[in-house]
């Protein structure tokens, strides 16, 4: 799957955002967990939040940012709300493919593919 992301920009502290990450793939797109991942300079690349028929989210961020899909669009979203200085990063989204195990949706290892990611940064 080929995954592109857009919706970056630089926004005061305490706005929002909205990320897209479009998917093209001859798999059908409910075939694939799909994440967010960011990495801001010097740091790992951390986990922001994940979508199945549930969702996941990393405890710095819940409560601010909702990840959602649109399957008929092949694309997934992640609004940002309440955004802080600390949520400046480069924005990744990730899908993990079909698997005969079960996945560890916070674990960046667990994705088979990424966008070119977009950055976010947050003045304060």
């Known amino acids: 799957v080929q995954l592109q992301a857009s919706g970056g920009g630089l926004v005061e502290a305490g706005g929002s955002l909205r990320l897209s990450c479009d998917a093209a793939s001859e798999r059908s797109f409910t075939d694939y967990i799909m994440g967010w991942f960011r990495q801001a300079p010097g740091n790992e690349r951390e986990f922001v939040a994940a979508i199945s028929s549930i969702t996941y989210y990393a405890d710095s961020v819940k409560g601010r940012f909702t990840i959602s899909r649109d399957n008929a669009k092949s694309t997934v979203y992640l609004q940002m709300n309440s955004l802080k200085p600390e949520d400046t990063a480069v924005y990744y989204c990730?899908?993990?493919?079909?698997?005969?195990?079960?996945?560890?949706?916070?674990?960046?290892?667990?994705?088979?593919?990424w966008g070119q990611g977009t950055l976010v940064t947050v003045s304060s």
């Open positions: 990730g899908a993990i493919g079909p698997k005969e195990r079960s996945v560890t949706v916070s674990l960046k290892s667990d994705y088979d593919y």
